[in-house]
């Protein structure tokens, strides 16, 4: 028993000596705001585990500091480390109002341009993108999505362009996009280039400030092909999207492709130009939905596989029933687990797994969870996941989070005290939410919030409606 504390207190040391390395690395302003409170970190078995508290801060620590948290680990243990992500709800009492805040300032700051960008795949590094085709785990969830991206990597002309891929957060998406990269950099010497929204709107912004707008302008016009994820992250940006609509229709007018991704349907993108929604519609739009049971037994013995996890395909069998999240969830239950076994020298049985794994477990039966209702809502509004965290209460942010809100206790099973948790609220402000939103519905009302372009509005039923389509 004294071993394992004493096991336990110099891994808790380890980790904290490769937070102390990560603040150093990317600075106190973005230490204190992801990871100061509400994150925590675990080596296991040559892995560092980060916890966090939703699947939107996961997925943003991934895309801007895995590198750093590998690094910071490596140097600290003499060997390289895995970086993956689970999600543990427990944390969300320790971050408070102001770091959420800091969050969603810091997230619409960086999307709008002002920061400096960060490095994406090109054609000229290749290495950057990990992901390839043959690795995709396919299943009747992504089925055509995946036979979508093989159907534009099949020849020199693609069937049709361009190709948008969209689902909630770590159902593939990325993984398709940088698997199609890597397919045409095989097969073709043409030139292409992989970036996010993000990396796009700040690298218009920059070439603007520096007078470079014409080097800019070649680097994406001569494309053979261009692949643009998060494409959700140009909404709101008037001047953007009108840079990416004539570059768009310079490499579609060469008959060269495009593949985009997005968390939402074109439609349902809110504050996005019309042309650009007609463009993105005139090819292919197909949907990634949350992987059935099958495709996540298959997903798990893969990530297993991959990881060198011995473990017994009835365990397997019940972490692909109950584990419901994103891919990147599956692999923290499965690191959790076999760490608990190795620290404690025990066999990974049944009971083990169910012990372990209480934290992880859906409780609900529907595939919808709250992270899925965010980022269509979040999308539809052109806002963030964590505005609506926040506690900013301009009228856009706050008729998202009623939404939000609302279809949580619709779509899902969570109580009251769930969704406040998971989104940093209390319990009453969630009833208040969901009753303002049934007042609506029952006497026809609408809603309003701002765009650019002036006050909007639409019948809450009717926006009800599209919001449940795009989640269900």
């Not at 643009?228 to 001047?239: E, N, P, T």
């Not at 309003?448 to 449940?468: I, K």
């Amino acid at each position: 028993m004294e071993n394992d504390r004493e096991a336990l207190r110099a891994g808790e040391e380890a980790a904290q000596r490769v937070l102390n390395t990560l603040n150093q690395k990317i600075g106190p302003q973005k230490f204190n705001a992801w990871f100061r409170h509400g994150t925590r970190l675990r080596l296991e078995d040559g892995a560092v585990k980060v916890m966090v508290t939703n699947p939107f801060v996961a997925n943003w620590i991934e895309r801007h500091y895995q590198v750093e948290i590998a690094q910071a680990a490596h140097e600290q243990t003499g060997h390289p480390q895995t970086v993956c992500f689970t999600i543990d709800p427990s944390l969300v009492g320790e971050v408070g109002r102001r770091q959420l805040d800091t969050q969603a300032e810091m997230v619409n700051r960086e999307s709008e341009g002002r920061n400096r960008p960060r490095g994406g795949g090109s054609g000229e590094a290749k290495s950057s993108l990990r992901h390839r085709l043959e690795d995709f785990v396919v299943g009747e969830s992504n089925k055509l999505a995946y036979s979508a991206a093989v159907a534009v990597c099949g020849g020199k002309k693609p069937p049709f362009n361009p190709l948008f891929v969209h689902g909630p957060c770590g159902v593939g998406k990325t993984h398709l996009l940088q698997g199609i990269c890597n397919s045409f950099a095989r097969r073709s010497d043409g030139a292409w280039r992989y970036v996010t929204g993000e990396q796009f709107t700040n690298e218009f912004i920059v070439a603007l400030r520096q007078k470079k707008f014409a080097e800019f302008r070649q680097r994406y016009r001569r494309l053979d092909m261009l692949a643009i994820d998060d494409v959700h992250f140009l909404a709101s940006k008037k001047a953007t999207q009108e840079e990416f609509l004539h570059t768009f229709n310079a490499i579609e007018s060469a008959g060269k492709l495009i593949v985009m991704a997005s968390d939402a349907h074109p439609r349902l993108v809110g504050q996005l130009n019309e042309q650009l929604i007609s463009r993105f519609v005139s090819g292919m739009v197909v949907k990634i939905d949350v992987p059935d049971q099958p495709t996540r037994l298959a997903l798990a013995r893969k990530k297993a596989a991959a990881m060198n996890l011995k473990i017994e395909p009835d365990v397997l069998d019940y972490i692909a029933a109950h584990v419901r999240g994103s891919v990147r969830e599956l692999e923290g239950a499965l690191i959790k687990l076999t760490a608990l076994s190795s620290l404690g020298n025990l066999k990974v049985t049944m009971g083990l797994a169910r012990q372990a794994l209480s934290d992880h477990l859906a409780r609900v039966g529907s595939a919808v969870t709250l992270a899925d209702i965010e980022a269509s809502v979040a999308a539809f509004f052109a806002i963030t996941p964590a505005d609506l965290h926040s506690s900013r209460r301009t009228k856009t942010i706050s008729a998202a989070r009623m939404i939000a809100m609302f279809l949580g206790r619709r779509k899902t099973t969570m109580s009251y005290p769930e969704i406040g948790r998971y989104m940093g609220k209390n319990h009453s402000s969630v009833v208040l939410s969901v009753q303002r939103m049934e007042a609506l519905l029952k006497e026809s009302g609408a809603i309003a919030w701002s765009a650019p372009a002036g006050e909007e509005s639409m019948p809450a039923q009717d926006l009800v409606d599209l919001l449940s389509k795009e989640i269900s």
